[in-house]
């Protein structure tokens, strides 16, 4: 692979399930972040997680949980999923150093609609 | 409250017309600022853009950043219908790697 891979494509959930949203990158990037985008309110972070084994809350967080066991997985959960998390998600990552920034780069994104 | 304001919302030309998308911000520690190209799927990267009045270029795109003034433009020359795309830009602010995003700027193209 190359680059940022996500799965599913695309699911449709009962309200009430747990559901587990992957993603992998191969670019050895340091940082990786969960976005959800909804018409009318653009992109909006998750969770992120700036190095392996660490994690923050974004903007939206409640609802939602992250790991980050190694560098390539971020994992981004929905403990009892709720008709307004339907959503496009998109997985991003970038190669940040403590005097840079670099820009990100998305997964194809995981269409997730929540009945 | 950091934020990222472009205009316009959206906007309809047609083929061979140059067109302007604006972005302006107010975030504290600013760092970089970068411009998207989001089509059907996921939004890829076009510019990042650091220090003032230097323009970056890629074919008909270009852009330029006023760090006085607080905002970026983001030109299309000639433009085609392949041009079609929601165009977003984000900010880098403060220490963290987090992006603030504006609500984009979706382009139509005409043949």
């Known amino acids: 692979i190359a680059g940022i891979t996500q799965a599913p494509t695309s699911q449709i959930l009962a309200a009430g399930r747990r559901m587990t949203l992957r993603c992998t990158q191969d670019?050895?990037?340091?940082?990786m972040y969960w976005y959800r985008q909804d018409l009318g309110l653009g992109l909006r972070l998750i969770h992120y997680s700036n190095t392996a084994g660490t994690t923050g809350k974004g903007e939206v967080p409640d609802g939602y949980s992250v790991s980050r066991a190694n560098t390539d997985d971020f994992p981004l959960t929905l403990a009892s999923a709720v008709p307004s998390q339907t959503s496009v998600y998109f997985c991003?990552?970038?190669?940040?150093?403590?005097?840079?920034?670099?820009?990100?780069?998305f997964g194809p994104g995981t269409r997730l609609t929540v009945l | 409250e950091d934020k990222v304001v472009q205009s316009p919302l959206s906007l309809v030309v047609h083929e061979g017309d140059t067109v302007t998308l604006n972005c302006s911000y107010e975030v504290t520690n600013f760092r970089s600022l970068l411009w998207y190209k989001q089509e059907k799927k996921a939004p890829t990267f076009l510019f990042m853009l650091?220090?003032s009045g230097i323009e970056k270029k890629s074919g008909r795109l270009s852009s330029i950043l006023d760090k006085k003034e607080l905002f970026s433009i983001l030109n299309i020359t000639a433009t085609q219908t392949g041009d079609s795309a929601v165009y977003l830009c984000?900010?880098?602010?403060?220490?963290?790697?987090?992006?603030?995003w504006g609500l984009g700027t979706s382009l139509a193209v005409n043949p």
């Open positions: 650091t220090s």
């Open positions: 984000a900010v880098a602010s403060g220490n963290n790697r987090k992006l603030i």
């Open positions: 991003a990552s970038s190669d940040v150093g403590t005097a840079s920034y670099n820009e990100q780069f």
């Open positions: 670019m050895r990037h340091n940082a």
